[in-house]
């Protein structure tokens, strides 16, 4: 049945939430909710007021100093003019320059940067067209692998138990554990502000109704987090703040408590584990004379012994279900809690059982603890990329800073390679990445940066060329994840802003010039590539004896029902039931506990079993706070953070810091008043928040304020409040290279110097 598109608006869909959207008189947005949602995300509101925001990018424009001097390093990135320029104009510019590039240092110099959030759309997803263009025209690019919330876990979790997909978003499902579970050992908390939020779009947000269920079952929710918010009230979920960074030490010592009081399931280590003996004896302390017990994990841990002793006997009582979420493995030695996790979970002897055993990131998006739908969804081809070389993705800098140096990953040792151009469309590196005057830097050492974004983040205030793109709000697309049981014709809901163009369209003006179009477009407009990718799904939902409408019909109705999957426990259940059957992708087919592969990598940083490692930055006298860097709850990263939503969460215009009421005590601040923080790489200002839901030594400010730089001093201040203006830049070890941004220590002080005014939605010069 057709839509009545006049009352209800036209259907589109986000990362955080399907809706439906009906532009006013005004210019602003009306933005309702998909009404089988039972609690929608409010980031939905960011999306009032985007449209024509003077934040968005209105014309082409090239740097000044690029224009006059040329393409070479500059420090003046960030900081200088621009000269708005037609668009045929800036397409020879970039078309020329990527050809000089190319034929003078091969396509390996060249970066392709993206990240994959830019829209829930499955044919403008700017990574897709990026990836796919470069390898058209240029032949291919240097990547990056893994990502910023699971880059320590996603390379050594294939180590220990084979598929990460199976681990993390194909395994309990929250249907489970409404029925099933009888305690959650939540390390790192399950926020509901990170589970609305699944890339491809969410339909129905259920976390906080399925917590809500177990709960009222008499499930036992135990959130292991410096922060009592990091599970929703309906959740009545116990907190255990140990020191942040400590839970390795805890969990070992739970399993000396499972071991000592022979609580652990030995039959399950024997039949589905490997490398229980070579762990437990470090557990023991027989393989380092010390002895991992609960008063050993005290002095580390801030958690007295008996919690700890209890713990772990209730664990072993029932349906137990051990969760590790992205925080903890963003951050020095990240990768130990999510093995710990998995041992621990082991010892219990409930991996593969309904509601039990071991979730890596459960509730860190809206992807987990679903069933996959187990269907082909629309996508996009990215091409063949002739580039064998690429670097972890939290490695940026490192690689244009030091071109050519060797560094350690996953096993192998790598060069970074010498990169001359980056081309960066659907993403801002100034919001994921650490230490953002050192990412400065480092892009001042290239020859020519590209961005194509729809507005001015802090990206594109540092690249040479800047190219508007519209928002997905401006186009026509297919909105679909793999588990929802939705998919969603996008429509667009504006005409595009100023001059901005989608990046299709782009990218096709670039290939054109470079004669590759035939090759890229394979002679589809928007249109046709909409009906060639809805076709995989609708031949599939056919093939399987669903309703299968064509093109027009899924357009006209805005979305179609795609078939409920059955909840079978996926792959982990099938090993339960049969390891020799079902074997896991490892090279034992068991759980690794132990792994001779790792420890065959030598890594000091991450040796062949779980263990506690000290870390190289701990509080001091002059930075004696922790500084947790979670995830915002008005925003997506840095998307939209001049939307309705983000500002209403700021407090004078400012990103929100909060603390525990004895370090506000003792630093004489008070709620409301603004702040800087401040560590070894920078500071940044923000207003303070007193909460007693803050541990004692912690302050917790979110990434995504767009970074707003002054100098004060002589000192780089961010007076908005990023706060990876002072996180640290280092991986979490040899082998997953991921980001540890999560934790860092710092110090923090009223702030009664100079007040100026945000300009960080401001576009910068123009003439």
Not at 1 to 23: T, V
Not at 191 to 207: M, T
Not at 463 to 480: F, K, N, Q
Request: overall charge negative.
């Amino acid at each position: 049945m057709a839509r009545d598109e006049k009352d209800a608006g036209l259907p589109h869909s986000s990362h955080w939430g399907r809706f439906d959207g009906r532009l006013l008189d005004d210019g602003r947005l009306d933005v309702r909710a998909h009404p089988d949602d039972p609690d929608p995300s409010p980031i939905l509101g960011n999306f009032t007021d985007a449209l024509r925001h003077r934040a968005r990018i209105a014309r082409p424009a090239v740097r000044r100093g690029w224009l006059e001097d040329g393409p070479g390093p500059d420090d003046r990135r960030g900081r200088d003019a621009y000269v708005e320029v037609p668009w045929d104009e800036v397409l020879d510019r970039v078309a020329g320059e990527l050809e000089r590039v190319r034929d003078a240092h091969g396509p390996q110099s060249v970066f392709g940067g993206s990240y994959g959030w830019a829209s829930a759309g499955r044919f403008h997803h700017a990574q897709s067209q990026l990836h796919r263009f470069l390898n058209t025209a240029l032949g291919g690019y240097v990547r990056s692998v893994g990502s910023y919330s699971a880059g320590a876990s996603t390379f050594l979790l294939p180590h220990l138990m084979g598929s990460y997909e199976a681990i993390s978003r194909h395994n309990v499902t929250w249907e489970q554990i409404a029925q099933h579970t009888d305690m959650i050992l939540a390390f790192g908390g399950m926020a509901v502000k990170n589970s609305n939020i699944a890339a491809g779009g969410i339909s129905k947000h259920i976390e906080r109704g399925m917590m809500a269920r177990a709960a009222s079952r008499g499930a036992r929710f135990v959130n292991v987090s410096p922060l009592r918010g990091d599970f929703p009230a309906e959740a009545r979920a116990e907190w255990i703040a140990p020191t942040p960074g400590t839970d390795t030490a805890m969990m070992l010592a739970m399993m000396h408590v499972l071991d000592a009081e022979d609580l652990a399931d030995r039959a399950f280590l024997e039949s589905h584990c490997v490398g229980a003996d070579r762990l437990l004896a470090y557990v023991r302390g027989e393989a380092d004379g010390t002895a991992k017990t609960p008063d050993w994990a005290a002095t580390i841990t801030g958690i007295d012994a008996a919690t700890i002793t209890g713990l772990a006997r209730d664990a072993a009582r029932g349906r137990t279900l051990v969760t590790v979420a992205h925080s903890l493995q963003r951050a020095e030695h990240g990768e130990q809690p999510v093995w710990a996790g998995l041992a621990l979970a082991a010892m219990l002897g409930q991996i593969g059982a309904p509601g039990g055993g071991y979730n890596y990131a459960l509730g860190s998006l809206g992807h987990t603890g679903r069933v996959p739908v187990g269907l082909p969804l629309p996508t996009l081809s990215q091409g063949r990329n002739g580039v064998s070389a690429f670097i972890p993705c939290a490695r940026i800098a490192d690689m244009l800073l030091d071109p050519g140096a060797s560094f350690d990953f996953n096993g192998a040792t790598m060069a970074y390679p010498d990169i001359r151009l980056v081309y960066w469309a659907g993403g801002n590196p100034f919001h994921h990445h650490q230490d953002l005057s050192r990412l400065a830097r480092a892009f001042a050492r290239v020859e020519t940066l590209i961005v194509q974004d729809f507005a001015w983040t802090a990206s594109a205030r540092h690249a040479d060329i800047v190219l508007p793109a519209t928002m997905s709000l401006e186009r026509e697309d297919i909105g679909a994840a793999s588990t929802d049981t939705r998919i969603v014709a996008m429509r667009a809901l504006s005409t595009p802003f100023a001059e901005a163009r989608d990046d299709y369209r782009i990218f096709r003006g670039l290939a054109e010039r470079m004669g590759c179009d035939a090759e890229f477009s394979e002679g589809r407009d928007t249109e046709g590539w909409l009906r060639h990718l809805y076709e995989t799904t609708r031949a599939a939902l056919e093939a399987g004896g669903h309703a299968a409408p064509d093109f027009d019909a899924f357009r006209a109705a805005g979305e179609i029902a795609l078939p409920n999957p059955v909840d079978d426990g996926g792959l982990l259940r099938a090993f339960r039931t049969d390891p020799v059957a079902h074997p896991l992708a490892t090279p034992s087919g068991r759980i690794e506990l132990f792994s001779e592969t790792i420890d065959g990598f030598g890594y000091p940083d991450c040796p062949g079993h779980p263990a506690w490692l000290e870390r190289e930055e701990v509080p001091s006298a002059e930075y004696p706070l922790w500084l947790v860097s979670n995830q915002p709850a008005s925003r997506l990263h840095s998307q939209l953070d001049y939307g309705a939503a983000s500002q209403a969460a700021k407090r004078q215009g400012r990103e929100v810091a909060s603390l525990n009421p004895a370090d506000a005590r003792n630093r004489n601040i008070s709620d409301g008043e603004l702040l800087r923080i401040r560590s070894p790489r920078g500071a940044c200002l923000a207003a303070a928040k007193v909460d007693d839901a803050v541990a004692a030594g912690v302050v917790n400010l979110p990434t995504g304020a767009w970074y707003d730089p002054i100098e004060i001093d002589g000192q780089r201040i961010c007076r908005h409040g990023n706060p990876n203006a002072v996180t640290r830049d280092a991986g979490t070890s040899r082998l997953g290279q991921g980001s540890t941004g999560q934790l860092c220590c710092v110090e923090v002080e009223r702030w009664d110097g100079p007040i100026d005014d945000i300009r960080a939605f401001d576009p910068p010069v123009t003439g």
